[in-house]
């Protein structure tokens, strides 16, 4: 059976009501996904959940949606968040989509001395992670922050025992710190460094940081993105069996 479109909706959605949508997102389903009156498709936001519906009125700049039953309810199954110094845009926008699909949290980008991509579009990358979201089959929208100082975030993270900060160590042998140290209660981070890895006074700051746990991605030199889906992926297998 063939699944619904699924468009996400930052409209407060209630059980048979009608809304009218966005002149993008009418644009975007009469005339790339060629839907009709009388077709069905979703409609979901990270408040309300996700709504089966049916478009009742289509207008040349508008189109009705009739809001039928809920099909899918928020859960809060994130437990991981990535702090990363933003790569170059490509490779961001590789990074942003996969880490989303995957089920990360939020997004804390860095600013770091070797971070090459300090000048970054939030909103364009707001709009990949809602893409991705509606593809993925998932309901909950991953934040992203603005980007601020590495040192800062370390030192915040230092300061916080609800706080706990993963960081990859080619020289750290052992993979399986993510189920030694869960803590569901907690705050999880992925680290992901730059491009040609923190500089010496930066691996001070996270070897001196109380709440930092180093762990293994393998004896490759990973790239970012390639380190982000990684780790993600590890520590979800992992949690998945504790």
Request: with cysteine.
């Amino acid at each position: 059976m063939k699944k619904n479109t699924r468009i996400y909706c930052s409209q407060k959605l209630i059980l048979s009501s009608k809304i009218s949508l966005e002149k993008k997102q009418s644009h975007y389903i009469k005339n790339v996904m060629r839907l009709e009156e009388g077709n069905f498709l979703s409609l979901f936001n990270e408040n309300d959940g996700e709504y089966n519906c049916q478009i009742v009125k289509i207008t040349k700049d508008n189109i009705e949606i009739k809001i039928l039953d809920k099909t899918k309810n928020i859960t809060n199954n994130y437990k991981l968040s990535l702090a990363f110094c933003p790569p170059k845009k490509i490779k961001l926008d590789v990074l942003m989509q996969k880490a989303t699909e995957l089920g990360i949290k939020s997004f804390h980008p860095l600013i770091s001395n070797r971070t090459i991509n300090r000048d970054l579009n939030i909103q364009r990358l707001k709009k990949i992670i809602i893409e991705t979201i509606e593809q993925s089959d998932q309901v909950k929208i991953p934040q992203i922050e603005n980007p601020v100082k590495f040192n800062s975030f370390i030192d915040k993270i230092s300061c916080d025992d609800n706080s706990l900060l993963f960081v990859g160590d080619i020289n750290c042998s052992d993979e399986l710190v993510f189920k030694d140290h869960f803590d569901s209660s907690k705050n999880l981070f992925i680290l992901i460094g730059p491009e040609g890895d923190f500089d010496e006074e930066e691996m001070k700051a996270i070897n001196n940081c109380k709440n930092a746990v180093k762990f293994s991605l393998g004896k490759s030199i990973l790239r970012s993105e390639t380190a982000a889906i990684s780790a993600i992926s590890i520590f979800n297998y992992l949690t998945r069996q504790i």
